[in-house]
């Protein structure tokens, strides 16, 4: 791809980036108890890394004691080395790093402090309001994460004050409706993460990069609106930030998918819609500090027209990245990239916090360990049985490590249920994945021979030495009255 800007370097604060590429913070779903970086974390990163990204901001990293549920954790010293791991593995590779340091507040579901104690849609036990001494402490705290992360390695911190966390309930109007220094108009409610930032910059140096990320939409009565989220986004700018990256936010996981900017656009969305948002900050705050647009960006054509028009000075992938550590360097070289189907099953799992993510298209998430794949020590003759995209993944796979691979569909084409499944207009992300797949399959060697039902008898005569059997899933239909008309 011919590229301008995306490939270019950008300085935030004294640090150079080198292109505008960032990976979006993202939970792993899965954490140690004792807020050590997980191991998986570890080629996680360095995947993304190697892969060409300028700048990694880490998952939500807990900054205080006031986080009740374990996540990855940045709130006491023991934790530094463990933080000096996650920061190497992006060093590796030449990328920046960014520690995001957050605290869950009302929403933490095991209960916890919130700047008001009050019930609102996301706060799943009812939280404890924070005396003055509890802000203090917890402006305290924030600092001394961002101190341990310095110390790790970390070549900046990005204060997390968006989605219904605790930074963002400070600021936002619909959850603070505290009447002491700390709440009231704008500036009481910015107080919290103003001094945040002067304590990092008075403990770290007054150099050392701060990014913000904050609700520039809030889909809640008394909200942060666009022209609020320019005022937050000029006071933080005042206080020196480096960055800004405007989020949008609802009422909860399950209004996300219905607001006008979603956060994390599904497959029914337009894939440019919550763009605006990056782009109306952008267009007040000028070139004062640089602007990351996201949500739902998956093609380089498309992340390098948002920079192209002025939209966004960086754009910052979060699910694109997961199906495919390599798109940076891909879209540079013009290679083919495995493309994300904005189906959300990474997102749903990591806000299940149970098990560490998987995503639908990449099989090697958290397992990046396992590519690239390795040579077989015996060459079998191998049959897959069905052309769906197990069984297009099954081959290529095998194809690839070097076996003889016939893959039999009965159908005229490959693709299964995805082929009725990519029909509808809106499906587009669908239909990608399919291209995806075909090309892929083509390239790996394995031999396709379509409008053929394999029996018992053809396998017995064929006699492989393995036999994957990819015939799919039955589509669950719904018992609608008159359906089938
Ligand atoms: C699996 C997953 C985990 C996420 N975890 C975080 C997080 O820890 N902190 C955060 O600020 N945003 C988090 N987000 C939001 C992303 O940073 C990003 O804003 C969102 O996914 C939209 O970008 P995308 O469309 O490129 O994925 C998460 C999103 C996903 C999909
Ligand atoms: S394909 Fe689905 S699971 Fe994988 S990153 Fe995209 S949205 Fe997440």
Redesign the pocket.
Known sequence: MSSKILFSPIRLGKVEVRNRVALAPMGTGYYNPDGTVLDEAIPYVEARAKGGVGLIISQFTAATKFQRFPLMAANDDRLIPSLKRYADAAHRYGAKVFLQIATMGGADPLGSYAPSAIDIPWYSVLPKELTKEQVERVIEEFVQAAVRAKKAGFDGVELHGAYGYLIAEFISAFSNRRRDEYGGDLEGRMRVPVEIVRGIHRECGSDFPVGFKFNAYEEVPGGNDLETAVKIAKIMIDEGVVYLQPATMSTGIAALGLMKYPGVPILYHPRDISIPVAEYIKRHVGDAVPVMAFGGIKDPEFAESILAAGKADIVCLG?QL??DPEWVNKAKEGRRIRP????????YEAVAWVRILA????PYLFRESEEPLKPAARRKRVVVVGGGPAGMMAAMVAARRGHEVTLYEKEKELGGLMVPGCRPPFKSDVREFLEYLKAELAESGAEVKLGVEVTPNMVRNISPDALVVAIGAKPVRPEIKGLDK
């Open positions: 699910r997961l199906a994300c189907l904005r189906c959300n099953v990474c997102h995503c639908t298209v990449n």
